[in-house]
């Protein structure tokens, strides 16, 4: 079992990568937010048409980088 694991593909040594620097590194999951634009703010169990819609990144962690790096 062991020489197994000592010639596995995941035992060996990797090529050497380019140092780079960060301050944040964010782990998550990217998600897609469907927003739409009404005129306004609907009753309850009323039904209103949209104006305008539209698509954007979202997520937790991807809103917290764009704030950060925004922030500076």
């Known amino acids: 079992m062991k020489t197994q ?7 060996q040594p990797t090529p050497d990568l380019p140092s780079c ?4 590194l964010g782990l998550g999951c990217a998600c897609l937010d469907f927003l739409g634009v009404v005129p306004r703010m609907p009753d309850l169990d009323d039904e209103i048409r949209m104006v ?7 997520g937790e ?11 500076g």
């Open 5 to 11: 694991l000592a010639n596995s593909p995941m035992n």
């Open 61 to 71: 962690v991807a809103t917290a980088l764009v704030t950060l790096s925004k922030l």
């Open 52 to 58: 305008t819609s539209s698509q954007q990144g979202g």
């Open 21 to 24: 620097t960060f301050d944040v």
